[in-house]
C-alpha cells in the first residue's frame, strides 16, 4: 500500500496538470498510478488540502488547488465571484454566522470564506445550501461584516 504523503502530493500533480471535473475521474487517475483509494479517503485528502471547485462556464466545475492554477488576482476574483454567486443571506448567534446560499453552492461559498483567510474566522462547515462559520471569542458582528465587505466590496449584509 502506498502512503498517504505520496498519495497527497500525486493529487496535488494531477489538479496542477488537467482540469479534473469530479471525484470519480480524480479516483481512476490515483488507481492508475497504484493508489486504490475509497471515495470517503478522496473527500477527506481533498477537504485537507482545501481543494475548491471552480466553474467553467457551461462545462461544469473543475478543482483547483489554493492559489494555484491562476495569478493571484484571478484566485480572488473567482472566489468572489463565487461567493456573491451562491449567497443568499447571513445571520448570527453568539460566535456563530449562519450562511444560506442557492442550493449546491455551500461548499463553494464557504470555500471562498476559508480561502479569503479571514482573521476573525475560525473555519467553515457547508452542507447543500447552508453554512455554519465559527467566529473567534469577541468578534462583533458589525466587525465580521466590516471585515466581509473588505474582501467583497459588493457584499450588503444580511
Same mark, same amino acid.
Given at each position: 500500500m502506498k502512503g498517504r504523503e505520496e498519495r497527497l502530493k500525486l493529487i496535488r500533480q494531477i489538479i496542477r496538470s488537467s482540469?479534473?471535473? &469530479?471525484?470519480?475521474? +480524480? +479516483?481512476?487517475? +490515483?488507481?492508475?498510478?497504484?493508489?486504490?483509494?475509497?471515495?470517503?479517503?478522496? &473527500?477527506?485528502?481533498?477537504?485537507? +488540502?482545501?481543494?475548491?471547485?471552480?466553474?467553467?462556464?457551461?462545462?461544469?466545475?473543475?478543482?483547483?488547488?489554493?492559489?494555484?492554477?491562476?495569478?493571484?488576482?484571478?484566485?480572488?476574483?473567482?472566489?468572489?465571484?463565487?461567493?456573491?454567486?451562491?449567497?443568499? &443571506?447571513?445571520?448570527? &448567534?453568539?460566535?456563530?454566522?449562519?450562511?444560506?446560499t442557492l442550493p449546491g453552492h455551500a461548499n463553494s461559498v464557504a470555500f471562498a470564506l476559508d480561502t479569503f483567510q479571514i482573521p476573525s474566522l475560525l473555519g467553515t462547515v457547508a452542507g447543500d445550501d447552508t453554512i455554519i462559520a465559527v467566529l473567534k471569542e469577541g468578534t462583533s458582528r458589525e466587525a465580521f461584516l466590516e471585515t466581509l465587505s473588505r474582501y467583497i466590496p459588493s457584499f450588503r449584509g444580511a
Amino acid at each position: 500500500m502506498k502512503g498517504r504523503e505520496e498519495r497527497l502530493k500525486l493529487i496535488r500533480q494531477i489538479i496542477r496538470s488537467s482540469r479534473v471535473r &469530479s471525484q470519480e475521474e +480524480l +479516483l481512476e487517475r +490515483l488507481a492508475a498510478y497504484g493508489h486504490r483509494i475509497t471515495q470517503a479517503t478522496l &473527500s477527506r485528502d481533498l477537504k485537507l +488540502l482545501k481543494v475548491g471547485k471552480v466553474a467553467e462556464g457551461e462545462n461544469g466545475y473543475y478543482y483547483i488547488l489554493p492559489g494555484e492554477n491562476e495569478t493571484e488576482g484571478e484566485v480572488g476574483n473567482n472566489f468572489v465571484q463565487d461567493f456573491i454567486r451562491g449567497f443568499r &443571506s447571513l445571520e448570527f &448567534s453568539g460566535n456563530l454566522a449562519v450562511i444560506r446560499t442557492l442550493p449546491g453552492h455551500a461548499n463553494s461559498v464557504a470555500f471562498a470564506l476559508d480561502t479569503f483567510q479571514i482573521p476573525s474566522l475560525l473555519g467553515t462547515v457547508a452542507g447543500d445550501d447552508t453554512i455554519i462559520a465559527v467566529l473567534k471569542e469577541g468578534t462583533s458582528r458589525e466587525a465580521f461584516l466590516e471585515t466581509l465587505s473588505r474582501y467583497i466590496p459588493s457584499f450588503r449584509g444580511a
